[in-house]
C-alpha cells in the first residue's frame, strides 16, 4: 500500500501512518495464522450434497462422499459422486505438498482412465462447479499478504476480522485480491470476496452453518455464487464422522482407478 505523500505535512505524521500501516500487516499475519492452526480431525467422511444453480434457476442436485486425511502436517481428500448417474463414480484426489502445487488426479469412468489434473488448468471449473481447481488448492500463508481491514458483524456470525489476502506472486493466483470475514468464536472464514484480475468481484463464498462435532468445528452449508455469471454452487453436509480412521489406500491413485 503506497503513502499519499500530499496528504501527509510532517515527518511525524508520516511515520505514524507508516507505523499504522505496519501494525496492520502483523495483526492481519497473526489472524491467518490462527486461522491455519485451528485443529483438524486426522479424518473426516462425509456424504455430501451438492446443488448447482444458473442464472435461470435451473438446477441439478448430486450427491457425493467426501474423504480427509490430516497427516504430517498435510491434508489429502478424495471425492467421489454418486449421483446424477452421467457422473455417478467420478473420483477426485488432491494431495498437499509442503513448499509445493497440490497434486490432483481424476478418474473419469466414461475413459476409464486417471489423469493428472496439470498447473495450466488451475482456472478450469470444477466438474462444472463455481469452484476452479485452484480454488480447491491450499495455499501456504507465505503466498499472501494479509492486511487486517476492521472488525463487524457478517451474517449470523456477531464478531468478524476482515483480512485483505494479496497474492505476493500475481501469477499464483487467478484473483487479484481477496476479502475474508474470519469468525472470532471459530476462527473459520465465514466470507469471502475473491476479485478477478481487473479488481471486479467475481465471487462470493458463504459458510452458513458451523456445527461442532467431536470437538472440531465442522462447516455444514456453504454457497460459492459467481456474481458475474448468476450460477451458484451450494454444499450441504449430510452425514459427517470425524472420529473413524479411513484406510490409505483411500488417498492413492489406485483407488481412484477401481474405487476399492
Not at 462425509?46 to 435451473?58: A, F, I, Q
Not at 486425511?69 to 488432491?94: C, E, H, W, Y
Amino acid at each position: 500500500m503506497k503513502l499519499n505523500l500530499k496528504k501527509i505535512m510532517t515527518l511525524g505524521t508520516a511515520l505514524v501512518a507508516a507505523s499504522a500501516l505496519a501494525f496492520a500487516d502483523e495483526q492481519g499475519d497473526k489472524i491467518m495464522e490462527q486461522v491455519h492452526a485451528v485443529e483438524k480431525p486426522a479424518y473426516s467422511h462425509s456424504l455430501v450434497e451438492m446443488t448447482l444453480t444458473d442464472k435461470n434457476g435451473t438446477t441439478e442436485v448430486r450427491r457425493m462422499e467426501e474423504y480427509g486425511r490430516n497427516k504430517d502436517g498435510t491434508t489429502s481428500a478424495v471425492m467421489v459422486f454418486l449421483s446424477p448417474a452421467s457422473i455417478k463414480n467420478t473420483r477426485f484426489l488432491q494431495c498437499e505438498n509442503k513448499n509445493a502445487a497440490d497434486d490432483k488426479w481424476i478418474y473419469l469412468p466414461a475413459l476409464k482412465s486417471t489423469r493428472r489434473i496439470n498447473s495450466s488448468e488451475g482456472s478450469k471449473s470444477f466438474m462444472g462447479t463455481d469452484a476452479t481447481y485452484d480454488d480447491l488448492s491450499t495455499r501456504e500463508l507465505s503466498e499472501d499478504t494479509h492486511e487486517y481491514i476492521k472488525e463487524e458483524p457478517k451474517l449470523s456470525y456477531p464478531d468478524c476480522y476482515v483480512v485483505k489476502e494479496v497474492p505476493v506472486d500475481k501469477k499464483s493466483s487467478q484473483y487479484s485480491y481477496r476479502m475474508v470475514w474470519v469468525d472470532k468464536k471459530t476462527m473459520y472464514p465465514v466470507y469471502t470476496e475473491l476479485y478477478d484480475k481487473n479488481g471486479s468481484l467475481e465471487k462470493v463464498l458463504t459458510v452458513a452453518k458451523i456445527e461442532n462435532h467431536d470437538g472440531y468445528n465442522i462447516p455444514m452449508e456453504n454457497k460459492m455464487e459467481n456474481v458475474q455469471t448468476g450460477h451458484t454452487t451450494q454444499l450441504k453436509i449430510v452425514r459427517v464422522d470425524v472420529t473413524t480412521a479411513i484406510p490409505e489406500r483411500v488417498f492413492t491413485q489406485a483407488f481412484l482407478s477401481n474405487g476399492r
